[in-house]
Protein backbone atom coordinates (compact mmCIF):
# COMPACT_ATOMS: atom_id res chain seq x y z
CA UNK A 1 0.00 0.00 0.00
CA UNK A 2 2.91 2.29 0.64
CA UNK A 3 4.84 1.30 -2.14
CA UNK A 4 1.75 2.43 -3.81
CA UNK A 5 1.63 6.05 -2.50
CA UNK A 6 5.06 6.74 -3.33
CA UNK A 7 4.96 5.25 -7.14
CA UNK A 8 1.94 7.79 -7.56
CA UNK A 9 3.60 10.58 -5.94
CA UNK A 10 6.75 9.84 -7.75
CA UNK A 11 4.85 9.88 -10.92
CA UNK A 12 3.14 12.95 -10.30
CA UNK A 13 6.59 14.68 -9.90
CA UNK A 14 7.80 13.28 -13.15
CA UNK A 15 4.61 14.84 -14.91
CA UNK A 16 5.08 17.98 -13.40
CA UNK A 17 8.79 18.54 -14.15
CA UNK A 18 7.65 16.91 -18.35
CA UNK A 19 4.69 19.64 -17.86
CA UNK A 20 7.03 22.35 -16.89
CA UNK A 21 9.80 21.84 -19.69
CA UNK A 22 9.13 24.96 -22.47
CA UNK A 23 10.22 24.11 -26.06
CA UNK A 24 11.34 27.12 -27.73
CA UNK A 25 9.64 28.12 -31.18
CA UNK A 26 7.05 29.67 -33.06
CA UNK A 27 3.67 29.09 -31.51
CA UNK A 28 1.84 30.93 -33.90
CA UNK A 29 -0.64 29.03 -35.75
CA UNK A 30 -0.71 31.45 -38.36
CA UNK A 31 2.68 32.01 -38.91
CA UNK A 32 4.46 29.82 -41.74
CA UNK A 33 7.23 28.81 -39.14
CA UNK A 34 4.76 27.53 -36.47
CA UNK A 35 6.38 24.71 -34.58
CA UNK A 36 3.52 22.53 -33.01
CA UNK A 37 6.03 21.06 -30.82
CA UNK A 38 6.81 24.67 -29.30
CA UNK A 39 5.16 25.81 -26.33
CA UNK A 40 7.67 28.95 -25.73
CA UNK A 41 7.21 31.57 -28.46
CA UNK A 42 10.33 32.40 -28.92
CA UNK A 43 10.12 35.55 -31.52
CA UNK A 44 11.11 33.30 -34.30
CA UNK A 45 7.54 33.38 -36.12
CA UNK A 46 8.02 34.36 -39.92
CA UNK A 47 5.12 35.87 -41.74
CA UNK A 48 3.98 35.94 -45.59
CA UNK A 49 4.70 38.96 -47.55
CA UNK A 50 3.56 39.50 -51.11
CA UNK A 51 6.06 40.68 -53.48
CA UNK A 52 4.63 41.96 -56.88
CA UNK A 53 6.50 42.08 -60.08
CA UNK A 54 5.12 44.45 -62.61
CA UNK A 55 6.35 45.25 -66.10
CA UNK A 56 5.52 48.20 -67.65
CA UNK A 57 6.63 49.51 -71.18
CA UNK A 58 8.71 52.72 -71.44
CA UNK A 59 10.13 54.42 -74.70
CA UNK A 60 13.06 55.89 -72.54
CA UNK A 61 11.05 57.64 -69.28
CA UNK A 62 7.87 57.87 -71.14
CA UNK A 63 5.14 55.80 -71.10
CA UNK A 64 4.61 53.21 -73.82
CA UNK A 65 1.38 51.29 -74.95
CA UNK A 66 0.26 48.42 -77.14
CA UNK A 67 -0.58 50.89 -80.50
CA UNK A 68 1.83 53.28 -79.58
CA UNK A 69 4.13 54.23 -82.54
CA UNK A 70 8.18 54.38 -81.89
CA UNK A 71 10.33 56.52 -84.40
CA UNK A 72 13.94 55.62 -84.11
CA UNK A 73 16.41 56.76 -86.99
CA UNK A 74 14.21 57.39 -90.16
CA UNK A 75 11.75 54.40 -89.06
CA UNK A 76 8.57 53.92 -87.12
CA UNK A 77 7.33 51.34 -85.80
CA UNK A 78 4.13 50.52 -84.66
CA UNK A 79 3.27 47.93 -81.86
CA UNK A 80 0.06 45.38 -81.77
CA UNK A 81 0.93 42.76 -79.58
CA UNK A 82 3.97 41.84 -77.14
CA UNK A 83 4.45 38.74 -74.95
CA UNK A 84 7.42 37.34 -73.51
CA UNK A 85 7.74 34.35 -70.91
CA UNK A 86 9.18 35.14 -67.48
CA UNK A 87 10.27 31.78 -65.59
CA UNK A 88 12.09 30.19 -63.08
CA UNK A 89 11.82 33.49 -60.94
CA UNK A 90 13.98 33.41 -57.59
CA UNK A 91 14.71 35.98 -55.04
CA UNK A 92 17.81 35.66 -53.13
CA UNK A 93 19.09 36.86 -49.83
CA UNK A 94 22.99 35.93 -48.71
CA UNK A 95 21.51 32.61 -46.87
CA UNK A 96 18.75 31.79 -49.00
CA UNK A 97 18.33 30.83 -53.05
CA UNK A 98 14.58 30.64 -53.26
CA UNK A 99 12.63 29.53 -56.28
CA UNK A 100 9.17 31.42 -56.54
CA UNK A 101 7.71 31.01 -59.45
CA UNK A 102 8.22 28.42 -62.46
CA UNK A 103 6.83 30.21 -65.26
CA UNK A 104 4.73 33.88 -66.19
CA UNK A 105 3.58 34.68 -69.44
CA UNK A 106 3.61 38.67 -69.42
CA UNK A 107 0.95 40.16 -71.95
CA UNK A 108 1.24 43.74 -72.44
CA UNK A 109 -2.17 44.13 -74.12
CA UNK A 110 -3.45 42.39 -71.02
CA UNK A 111 -3.48 44.44 -67.47
CA UNK A 112 -3.76 41.35 -65.44
CA UNK A 113 -0.69 39.39 -67.05
CA UNK A 114 1.11 42.20 -66.48
CA UNK A 115 2.09 41.37 -63.03
CA UNK A 116 2.67 38.48 -60.99
CA UNK A 117 2.27 38.21 -57.15
CA UNK A 118 5.32 35.63 -55.66
CA UNK A 119 4.20 34.69 -51.89
CA UNK A 120 7.61 35.12 -49.27
CA UNK A 121 8.73 34.55 -46.24
CA UNK A 122 8.65 38.39 -44.63
CA UNK A 123 12.84 39.64 -44.77
CA UNK A 124 15.22 41.20 -46.91
CA UNK A 125 16.70 39.99 -50.28
CA UNK A 126 19.42 41.17 -52.37
CA UNK A 127 18.29 40.05 -55.98
CA UNK A 128 15.86 39.47 -58.36
CA UNK A 129 16.71 36.92 -60.90
CA UNK A 130 14.51 35.09 -64.17
CA UNK A 131 15.03 33.87 -67.25
CA UNK A 132 13.15 35.51 -70.10
CA UNK A 133 11.84 32.21 -71.93
CA UNK A 134 11.16 29.25 -71.06
CA UNK A 135 14.08 26.39 -70.06
CA UNK A 136 14.88 23.15 -71.98
CA UNK A 137 12.64 20.89 -69.48
CA UNK A 138 9.90 23.68 -70.40
CA UNK A 139 10.61 23.89 -73.40
CA UNK A 140 10.26 20.30 -74.04
CA UNK A 141 6.64 20.17 -73.22
CA UNK A 142 3.77 20.78 -75.38
CA UNK A 143 0.51 22.60 -74.38
CA UNK A 144 -1.54 19.40 -74.31
CA UNK A 145 0.31 19.03 -71.03
CA UNK A 146 -1.62 21.86 -69.78
CA UNK A 147 -4.77 23.34 -68.71
CA UNK A 148 -5.77 25.46 -72.03
CA UNK A 149 -5.75 28.46 -69.36
CA UNK A 150 -1.68 27.78 -68.15
CA UNK A 151 1.05 30.17 -69.28
CA UNK A 152 1.76 27.29 -71.31
CA UNK A 153 -1.58 26.26 -72.47
CA UNK A 154 -3.03 26.05 -75.84
CA UNK A 155 -4.78 29.52 -75.71
CA UNK A 156 -1.92 31.35 -75.41
CA UNK A 157 -1.22 30.89 -79.04
CA UNK A 158 2.54 30.32 -78.04
CA UNK A 159 3.55 27.11 -79.41
CA UNK A 160 4.99 26.11 -82.90
CA UNK A 161 4.09 22.02 -83.59
CA UNK A 162 7.06 22.25 -86.29
CA UNK A 163 9.82 20.31 -85.49
CA UNK A 164 11.52 21.09 -84.04
CA UNK A 165 8.44 22.05 -81.73
CA UNK A 166 9.26 25.07 -79.52
CA UNK A 167 7.27 27.97 -77.32
CA UNK A 168 7.39 31.53 -78.86
CA UNK A 169 9.48 32.94 -76.13
CA UNK A 170 9.01 36.76 -77.61
CA UNK A 171 6.21 37.94 -79.50
CA UNK A 172 6.26 40.94 -81.14
CA UNK A 173 3.87 42.25 -83.81
CA UNK A 174 3.39 45.36 -85.23
CA UNK A 175 3.33 47.39 -88.07
CA UNK A 176 6.78 49.17 -89.61
CA UNK A 177 7.42 52.21 -91.77
CA UNK A 178 11.47 52.02 -93.27
CA UNK A 179 10.39 54.64 -95.62
CA UNK A 180 9.33 57.67 -93.98
CA UNK A 181 6.14 57.73 -96.26
CA UNK A 182 3.45 56.22 -94.04
CA UNK A 183 3.35 53.72 -95.84
CA UNK A 184 3.42 50.96 -93.27
CA UNK A 185 3.91 47.04 -93.55
CA UNK A 186 3.45 43.94 -91.70
CA UNK A 187 6.48 43.53 -89.05
CA UNK A 188 7.03 40.27 -86.60
CA UNK A 189 9.57 38.59 -84.79
CA UNK A 190 8.96 35.67 -82.98
CA UNK A 191 11.90 34.49 -81.33
CA UNK A 192 11.76 30.56 -80.00
CA UNK A 193 14.09 27.99 -79.23
CA UNK A 194 15.90 26.83 -75.96
CA UNK A 195 19.46 28.58 -76.90
CA UNK A 196 17.83 31.79 -76.59
CA UNK A 197 16.50 31.33 -72.89
CA UNK A 198 18.60 34.01 -71.15
CA UNK A 199 18.74 34.67 -67.25
CA UNK A 200 18.75 38.24 -65.82
CA UNK A 201 20.24 39.00 -62.60
CA UNK A 202 18.79 42.36 -60.67
CA UNK A 203 20.58 43.19 -57.34
CA UNK A 204 18.55 44.89 -55.63
CA UNK A 205 17.67 45.47 -51.67
CA UNK A 206 13.81 44.14 -51.60
CA UNK A 207 12.43 44.34 -47.66
CA UNK A 208 9.27 42.27 -47.81
CA UNK A 209 6.79 43.14 -44.81
CA UNK A 210 4.48 41.07 -43.00
CA UNK A 211 1.32 40.75 -44.89
CA UNK A 212 2.31 43.60 -47.12
CA UNK A 213 2.59 43.72 -50.40
CA UNK A 214 5.99 45.36 -52.22
CA UNK A 215 5.82 46.24 -55.53
CA UNK A 216 8.87 46.13 -58.08
CA UNK A 217 8.74 47.99 -60.94
CA UNK A 218 10.49 46.81 -64.32
CA UNK A 219 10.37 48.97 -67.14
CA UNK A 220 10.99 47.13 -70.88
CA UNK A 221 12.69 50.55 -73.17
CA UNK A 222 11.26 50.08 -76.33
CA UNK A 223 14.42 52.72 -77.26
CA UNK A 224 16.59 50.03 -77.49
CA UNK A 225 14.79 47.21 -79.02
CA UNK A 226 15.59 47.48 -82.11
CA UNK A 227 19.36 48.41 -81.68
CA UNK A 228 21.81 47.62 -84.26
CA UNK A 229 18.64 45.60 -86.04
CA UNK A 230 18.82 44.64 -90.00
CA UNK A 231 14.99 45.82 -90.52
CA UNK A 232 15.33 44.69 -94.07
CA UNK A 233 15.86 40.98 -92.84
CA UNK A 234 13.77 38.73 -92.45
CA UNK A 235 12.15 38.27 -89.12
CA UNK A 236 13.92 35.12 -87.05
CA UNK A 237 10.69 32.39 -87.10
CA UNK A 238 12.42 29.59 -86.93
CA UNK A 239 16.16 30.62 -86.37
CA UNK A 240 17.92 28.83 -83.43
CA UNK A 241 20.36 31.10 -82.40
CA UNK A 242 20.91 33.26 -86.30
CA UNK A 243 22.87 36.77 -85.74
CA UNK A 244 19.16 38.49 -86.01
CA UNK A 245 17.76 36.43 -83.34
CA UNK A 246 20.91 36.68 -80.92
CA UNK A 247 20.89 40.80 -81.49
CA UNK A 248 17.04 40.79 -80.73
CA UNK A 249 17.10 38.98 -77.46
CA UNK A 250 20.32 40.54 -76.41
CA UNK A 251 18.47 43.98 -76.99
CA UNK A 252 15.45 43.03 -75.08
CA UNK A 253 17.02 41.68 -72.28
CA UNK A 254 19.08 45.19 -72.25
CA UNK A 255 15.89 46.58 -72.31
CA UNK A 256 14.88 45.79 -69.29
CA UNK A 257 15.44 47.94 -66.45
CA UNK A 258 14.13 47.57 -62.54
CA UNK A 259 12.93 50.59 -60.91
CA UNK B 1 -78.37 -11.57 -66.47
CA UNK B 2 -76.66 -10.58 -63.52
CA UNK B 3 -73.54 -13.09 -64.24
CA UNK B 4 -73.27 -11.58 -67.46
CA UNK B 5 -73.34 -7.81 -65.89
CA UNK B 6 -70.42 -8.57 -63.55
CA UNK B 7 -68.56 -9.83 -66.41
CA UNK B 8 -69.25 -6.52 -68.51
CA UNK B 9 -68.88 -4.04 -66.19
CA UNK B 10 -64.90 -4.59 -65.04
CA UNK B 11 -63.96 -4.38 -69.39
CA UNK B 12 -65.85 -1.16 -69.17
CA UNK B 13 -63.82 0.16 -66.72
CA UNK B 14 -61.01 -1.14 -68.25
CA UNK B 15 -61.72 0.45 -71.55
CA UNK B 16 -62.63 4.04 -69.64
CA UNK B 17 -59.22 4.28 -68.25
CA UNK B 18 -58.09 4.53 -71.98
CA UNK B 19 -59.21 8.22 -71.87
CA UNK B 20 -57.73 9.11 -68.43
CA UNK B 21 -54.36 10.59 -69.09
CA UNK B 22 -51.40 8.79 -67.00
CA UNK B 23 -48.83 10.69 -65.98
CA UNK B 24 -45.52 8.53 -65.31
CA UNK B 25 -42.89 10.84 -63.75
CA UNK B 26 -39.60 9.82 -65.06
CA UNK B 27 -36.67 9.50 -63.03
CA UNK B 28 -34.00 12.40 -62.81
CA UNK B 29 -30.72 9.81 -62.69
CA UNK B 30 -28.29 11.55 -64.84
CA UNK B 31 -25.57 9.55 -66.57
CA UNK B 32 -22.45 11.87 -66.42
CA UNK B 33 -20.03 11.16 -69.20
CA UNK B 34 -16.77 12.64 -70.38
CA UNK B 35 -15.20 13.43 -73.95
CA UNK B 36 -12.85 11.56 -75.54
CA UNK B 37 -10.10 13.77 -75.95
CA UNK B 38 -8.10 13.02 -79.20
CA UNK B 39 -4.04 12.48 -78.88
CA UNK B 40 -2.43 15.60 -78.84
CA UNK B 41 -5.25 17.21 -77.35
CA UNK B 42 -5.36 19.25 -74.24
CA UNK B 43 -8.64 18.80 -71.90
CA UNK B 44 -10.66 21.77 -72.62
CA UNK B 45 -12.95 23.68 -70.03
CA UNK B 46 -16.24 22.49 -69.28
CA UNK B 47 -18.71 24.84 -67.70
CA UNK B 48 -19.32 23.61 -64.09
CA UNK B 49 -22.72 24.44 -64.62
CA UNK B 50 -23.45 22.36 -67.37
CA UNK B 51 -21.92 19.22 -67.05
CA UNK B 52 -22.10 16.62 -69.59
CA UNK B 53 -24.83 13.89 -69.57
CA UNK B 54 -25.80 11.43 -71.48
CA UNK B 55 -29.23 12.50 -71.46
CA UNK B 56 -28.25 16.18 -72.18
CA UNK B 57 -25.90 15.15 -75.43
CA UNK B 58 -29.20 13.08 -76.73
CA UNK B 59 -31.45 15.78 -76.16
CA UNK B 60 -29.16 18.51 -77.58
CA UNK B 61 -29.16 16.10 -80.59
CA UNK B 62 -32.73 15.70 -80.84
CA UNK B 63 -33.10 19.74 -80.62
CA UNK B 64 -30.02 20.32 -83.07
CA UNK B 65 -32.00 18.25 -85.59
CA UNK B 66 -35.57 19.14 -85.03
CA UNK B 67 -37.49 22.19 -86.80
CA UNK B 68 -39.31 22.29 -83.75
CA UNK B 69 -37.00 25.66 -83.10
CA UNK B 70 -37.87 27.45 -86.02
CA UNK B 71 -40.79 30.13 -86.20
CA UNK B 72 -41.99 27.72 -89.20
CA UNK B 73 -41.40 24.45 -87.90
CA UNK B 74 -39.56 23.73 -90.82
CA UNK B 75 -35.87 24.81 -90.31
CA UNK B 76 -33.31 23.52 -87.88
CA UNK B 77 -29.75 24.10 -86.99
CA UNK B 78 -28.67 20.75 -89.02
CA UNK B 79 -30.25 22.75 -92.08
CA UNK B 80 -27.02 25.05 -92.11
CA UNK B 81 -24.90 22.89 -90.21
CA UNK B 82 -24.24 19.62 -92.40
CA UNK B 83 -22.60 16.56 -91.37
CA UNK B 84 -21.15 15.85 -94.54
CA UNK B 85 -19.92 19.72 -94.94
CA UNK B 86 -18.45 18.95 -91.37
CA UNK B 87 -21.09 20.73 -89.74
CA UNK B 88 -21.09 23.66 -92.16
CA UNK B 89 -23.30 24.96 -94.89
CA UNK B 90 -21.74 24.74 -98.57
CA UNK B 91 -24.41 27.22 -99.78
CA UNK B 92 -22.45 30.96 -99.32
CA UNK B 93 -25.07 32.26 -97.26
CA UNK B 94 -27.47 29.89 -95.29
CA UNK B 95 -31.55 30.75 -95.85
CA UNK B 96 -33.49 31.61 -92.81
CA UNK B 97 -37.33 30.44 -92.71
CA UNK B 98 -38.06 33.91 -93.92
CA UNK B 99 -36.24 33.70 -97.18
CA UNK B 100 -33.58 36.24 -96.37
CA UNK B 101 -29.80 35.56 -96.92
CA UNK B 102 -27.39 36.12 -93.74
CA UNK B 103 -24.29 37.89 -94.48
CA UNK B 104 -21.99 35.03 -93.57
CA UNK B 105 -20.95 31.81 -94.17
CA UNK B 106 -22.27 29.62 -91.51
CA UNK B 107 -19.16 28.28 -89.45
CA UNK B 108 -18.30 24.91 -89.47
CA UNK B 109 -18.98 23.42 -86.06
CA UNK B 110 -15.73 21.42 -85.58
CA UNK B 111 -13.95 20.92 -81.66
CA UNK B 112 -16.34 23.42 -80.12
CA UNK B 113 -15.15 22.40 -76.99
CA UNK B 114 -12.05 24.53 -77.25
CA UNK B 115 -13.24 27.46 -78.81
CA UNK B 116 -12.95 30.41 -76.74
CA UNK B 117 -15.12 32.81 -78.77
CA UNK B 118 -17.75 31.80 -81.10
CA UNK B 119 -19.20 33.56 -84.61
CA UNK B 120 -17.17 35.02 -87.05
CA UNK B 121 -16.93 38.05 -85.18
CA UNK B 122 -16.66 36.46 -81.88
CA UNK B 123 -19.52 37.92 -80.18
CA UNK B 124 -20.66 35.36 -78.18
CA UNK B 125 -18.50 33.80 -75.54
CA UNK B 126 -19.61 30.52 -74.53
CA UNK B 127 -21.61 27.73 -76.74
CA UNK B 128 -24.31 28.31 -74.75
CA UNK B 129 -24.75 31.53 -75.44
CA UNK B 130 -23.84 31.06 -79.02
CA UNK B 131 -27.00 28.65 -79.22
CA UNK B 132 -29.07 31.58 -78.02
CA UNK B 133 -28.98 33.92 -80.97
CA UNK B 134 -30.14 32.25 -84.09
CA UNK B 135 -33.44 30.45 -82.58
CA UNK B 136 -35.07 33.98 -82.44
CA UNK B 137 -32.92 35.56 -85.80
CA UNK B 138 -34.84 37.15 -88.07
CA UNK B 139 -32.38 36.00 -90.67
CA UNK B 140 -32.35 32.22 -88.91
CA UNK B 141 -34.73 30.36 -87.34
CA UNK B 142 -37.12 33.44 -86.11
CA UNK B 143 -39.11 32.19 -83.69
CA UNK B 144 -41.07 34.71 -82.57
CA UNK B 145 -39.86 34.43 -79.01
CA UNK B 146 -38.15 31.84 -76.87
CA UNK B 147 -41.22 32.08 -74.89
CA UNK B 148 -43.42 30.58 -78.30
CA UNK B 149 -40.27 27.89 -78.31
CA UNK B 150 -40.39 26.53 -74.99
CA UNK B 151 -44.02 26.84 -75.16
CA UNK B 152 -44.09 24.21 -77.94
CA UNK B 153 -41.54 22.42 -76.41
CA UNK B 154 -43.80 22.33 -72.99
CA UNK B 155 -47.07 20.86 -75.00
CA UNK B 156 -44.76 18.65 -77.05
CA UNK B 157 -45.35 14.42 -76.67
CA UNK B 158 -41.53 13.50 -75.69
CA UNK B 159 -39.99 17.06 -74.51
CA UNK B 160 -41.01 17.58 -71.12
CA UNK B 161 -39.56 14.29 -69.98
CA UNK B 162 -36.03 14.50 -72.08
CA UNK B 163 -35.70 17.78 -69.99
CA UNK B 164 -36.52 16.45 -66.90
CA UNK B 165 -34.42 13.52 -67.51
CA UNK B 166 -31.67 15.81 -68.69
CA UNK B 167 -31.95 18.77 -66.54
CA UNK B 168 -34.98 18.12 -63.65
CA UNK B 169 -37.14 20.50 -64.57
CA UNK B 170 -40.53 20.51 -64.94
CA UNK B 171 -40.43 23.86 -66.71
CA UNK B 172 -38.18 24.39 -69.77
CA UNK B 173 -36.52 27.34 -70.50
CA UNK B 174 -34.39 28.95 -72.70
CA UNK B 175 -31.37 27.89 -70.92
CA UNK B 176 -31.94 24.69 -70.84
CA UNK B 177 -32.19 24.12 -74.36
CA UNK B 178 -28.96 26.11 -75.27
CA UNK B 179 -27.41 23.62 -72.56
CA UNK B 180 -28.86 20.69 -73.75
CA UNK B 181 -27.32 22.30 -77.88
CA UNK B 182 -24.18 22.94 -76.18
CA UNK B 183 -23.79 19.76 -74.74
CA UNK B 184 -24.22 17.88 -77.87
CA UNK B 185 -22.27 20.29 -79.68
CA UNK B 186 -19.08 19.54 -77.25
CA UNK B 187 -19.31 16.15 -78.62
CA UNK B 188 -18.44 17.22 -82.35
CA UNK B 189 -14.56 16.37 -82.02
CA UNK B 190 -12.67 15.78 -85.24
CA UNK B 191 -8.71 14.37 -84.41
CA UNK B 192 -8.30 11.46 -86.40
CA UNK B 193 -8.00 12.90 -89.92
CA UNK B 194 -4.51 11.03 -91.90
CA UNK B 195 -2.67 14.16 -90.35
CA UNK B 196 -3.43 12.58 -86.77
CA UNK B 197 -2.91 9.08 -87.44
CA UNK B 198 0.76 10.17 -89.23
CA UNK B 199 1.55 12.02 -86.21
CA UNK B 200 0.63 8.52 -83.95
CA UNK B 201 2.77 6.79 -86.78
CA UNK B 202 -0.76 4.88 -88.13
CA UNK B 203 -0.26 6.48 -91.54
CA UNK B 204 2.42 7.57 -94.14
CA UNK B 205 1.81 10.89 -95.81
CA UNK B 206 2.70 10.96 -99.46
CA UNK B 207 6.04 13.03 -100.88
CA UNK B 208 3.63 15.62 -101.87
CA UNK B 209 1.78 15.95 -98.71
CA UNK B 210 5.14 15.88 -96.86
CA UNK B 211 6.34 19.21 -98.76
CA UNK B 212 2.96 20.89 -98.35
CA UNK B 213 3.06 20.21 -94.44
CA UNK B 214 6.97 21.90 -94.75
CA UNK B 215 5.15 24.69 -96.62
CA UNK B 216 2.49 25.00 -93.90
CA UNK B 217 4.72 24.92 -91.20
CA UNK B 218 6.84 27.54 -92.15
CA UNK B 219 7.81 30.89 -93.72
CA UNK B 220 7.33 29.39 -97.20
CA UNK B 221 3.38 29.27 -96.62
CA UNK B 222 3.30 30.87 -92.95
CA UNK B 223 -0.55 29.36 -92.04
CA UNK B 224 1.31 27.71 -88.94
CA UNK B 225 0.42 30.92 -87.29
CA UNK B 226 -2.95 31.37 -87.41
CA UNK B 227 -3.92 27.70 -87.56
CA UNK B 228 -1.53 25.80 -85.43
CA UNK B 229 -1.50 22.42 -84.32
CA UNK B 230 -3.92 20.65 -82.94
CA UNK B 231 -6.90 22.49 -83.39
CA UNK B 232 -5.81 24.39 -86.62
CA UNK B 233 -6.87 27.33 -85.44
CA UNK B 234 -5.79 30.18 -83.21
CA UNK B 235 -8.55 31.50 -81.84
CA UNK B 236 -7.93 34.46 -82.45
CA UNK B 237 -9.11 37.19 -84.54
CA UNK B 238 -6.90 38.55 -88.17
CA UNK B 239 -7.53 40.70 -90.95
CA UNK B 240 -5.77 38.27 -93.65
CA UNK B 241 -5.83 40.99 -96.37
CA UNK B 242 -9.25 40.01 -97.97
CA UNK B 243 -9.81 43.47 -98.69
CA UNK B 244 -8.19 47.19 -98.92
CA UNK B 245 -9.30 49.70 -96.32
CA UNK B 246 -12.16 51.18 -97.76
CA UNK B 247 -14.19 47.90 -98.53
CA UNK B 248 -13.04 46.81 -95.40
CA UNK B 249 -15.96 44.39 -93.07
CA UNK B 250 -16.51 46.00 -89.45
CA UNK B 251 -15.57 42.11 -88.56
CA UNK B 252 -13.99 42.05 -84.88
CA UNK B 253 -14.72 46.22 -84.14
CA UNK B 254 -19.04 45.40 -84.12
CA UNK B 255 -17.89 43.38 -80.94
CA UNK B 256 -15.45 45.61 -79.45
CA UNK B 257 -16.03 49.09 -81.01
CA UNK B 258 -12.21 49.38 -81.36
CA UNK B 259 -11.20 50.44 -84.75
CA UNK B 260 -7.82 48.54 -84.31
CA UNK B 261 -10.54 45.28 -84.46
CA UNK B 262 -11.99 46.58 -87.93
CA UNK B 263 -11.56 44.00 -90.78
CA UNK B 264 -10.78 41.14 -88.14
CA UNK B 265 -12.78 38.12 -88.16
CA UNK B 266 -12.10 34.81 -86.02
CA UNK B 267 -9.52 32.63 -87.95
CA UNK B 268 -11.23 29.32 -88.68
CA UNK B 269 -10.29 25.40 -87.56
CA UNK B 270 -8.49 23.95 -90.93
CA UNK B 271 -9.83 20.35 -90.17
CA UNK B 272 -11.69 18.93 -92.95
CA UNK B 273 -11.61 22.28 -94.77
CA UNK B 274 -11.36 20.09 -97.73
CA UNK B 275 -15.04 19.69 -97.40
CA UNK B 276 -16.00 22.90 -95.66
CA UNK B 277 -16.51 25.47 -98.45
CA UNK B 278 -17.23 28.14 -99.21
CA UNK B 279 -14.18 29.85 -97.56
CA UNK B 280 -13.56 32.98 -95.73
CA UNK B 281 -16.51 34.73 -93.55
CA UNK B 282 -18.53 35.77 -96.63
CA UNK B 283 -17.58 32.57 -98.15
CA UNK B 284 -16.48 34.39 -101.43
CA UNK B 285 -14.00 31.47 -102.10
CA UNK B 286 -15.58 28.26 -103.68
CA UNK B 287 -12.47 26.62 -103.55
CA UNK B 288 -9.00 25.63 -101.57
CA UNK B 289 -7.33 26.49 -104.66
CA UNK B 290 -9.03 29.93 -105.01
CA UNK B 291 -7.82 30.50 -101.09
CA UNK B 292 -4.22 29.65 -101.78
CA UNK B 293 -4.12 31.93 -104.31
CA UNK B 294 -5.56 34.91 -102.26
CA UNK B 295 -2.41 33.88 -99.96
CA UNK B 296 0.22 33.50 -102.86
CA UNK B 297 -1.11 36.95 -103.92
CA UNK B 298 -0.10 38.85 -100.35
CA UNK B 299 -3.94 40.15 -99.45
CA UNK B 300 -4.08 44.00 -99.37
CA UNK B 301 -2.56 46.39 -96.99
CA UNK B 302 -4.38 48.39 -94.24
CA UNK B 303 -4.42 50.08 -91.04
CA UNK B 304 -5.47 46.62 -89.43
CA UNK B 305 -3.69 43.99 -91.60
CA UNK B 306 -2.25 41.57 -89.21
CA UNK B 307 1.59 41.96 -88.32
CA UNK B 308 1.98 38.10 -89.46
CA UNK B 309 0.85 38.97 -93.04
CA UNK B 310 4.37 39.81 -93.91
CA UNK B 311 3.96 39.03 -98.16
CA UNK B 312 1.37 41.82 -98.90
CA UNK B 313 1.77 43.55 -101.36
CA UNK B 314 4.94 41.05 -102.45
CA UNK B 315 3.04 37.60 -102.00
CA UNK B 316 3.92 34.03 -101.15
CA UNK B 317 5.89 33.57 -104.45
CA UNK B 318 4.88 29.64 -104.24
CA UNK B 319 5.30 27.44 -107.40
CA UNK B 320 2.63 25.57 -109.03
CA UNK B 321 4.11 22.59 -107.56
CA UNK B 322 4.12 24.65 -103.76
CA UNK B 323 0.43 25.13 -104.23
CA UNK B 324 -0.76 21.23 -105.31
CA UNK B 325 1.73 20.44 -102.46
CA UNK B 326 -0.17 22.72 -99.87
CA UNK B 327 -4.05 21.39 -100.99
CA UNK B 328 -2.36 18.10 -100.64
CA UNK B 329 -1.75 18.31 -97.16
CA UNK B 330 -4.57 20.12 -96.20
CA UNK B 331 -6.57 17.33 -97.43
CA UNK B 332 -4.77 15.50 -94.78
CA UNK B 333 -7.15 16.85 -92.16
CA UNK B 334 -9.95 15.32 -93.48
CA UNK B 335 -11.25 12.92 -90.76
CA UNK B 336 -13.58 10.80 -93.02
CA UNK B 337 -14.90 9.41 -89.28
CA UNK B 338 -15.92 12.46 -88.34
CA UNK B 339 -18.73 12.90 -90.86
CA UNK B 340 -19.65 9.72 -90.66
CA UNK B 341 -20.17 9.08 -86.76
CA UNK B 342 -23.53 7.92 -86.56
CA UNK B 343 -23.60 9.55 -83.17
CA UNK B 344 -23.60 13.07 -84.66
CA UNK B 345 -26.81 12.05 -86.69
CA UNK B 346 -30.32 12.13 -85.49
Redesign the interface.
Known amino acids: MVKTSYLHLLLCIVMTVLASCKKPGCTDFSAINYDAEANKDDNSCLYEANLSVRFHLKNGNTPFSIYDTLSFGNNEFRLEKLKFYVSNVRIDNDSTDSYVKDVHLVDMDNVTSQSFTLVKPEGSYSRLSFGVGLDDIQNNTTPADYSVDHPLGLNQNTFWAMTPSSYIFIMLEGKMDTSSTTDFYPMSYHLAHSDLYQILNFDKTIVVDANQTEVININLNMAVLFNNVDLSEDSPHQSKASPLAIQLMSNFCNALEIE | MNKFLYIFIPFLFVSCQRDIPVFESVEYNPTYTYLEIPT??????LPNDNPLTEEGIELGKKLFFDPILSGNNRLSCADCHFQSSAFSDPARFSIGIEGVAGEFNASAIINPA?N?TNFWDGRAISLEEQALGPVTSFIELHAPSWQAVTDKLMAHSQYRDLFKMAFNTDKIDSSHVVKAIAQFERTLISGNSKFDKFLQYEALLTPSELRGKEIF???KGDC?HCH????FT???FHNNGLDPEHLMHEGRYRVTRDV?DLGKFKSPTLRNVELSAPYMHDGRFQTLEEVIEHYNFGGH?S?T??????K??IGLGLSEQDKQDLLNFLKTLTDTAFINNPKFQP
Open positions: GFPIPNWTNTEFSYPLSNENNSIDPLMKVG
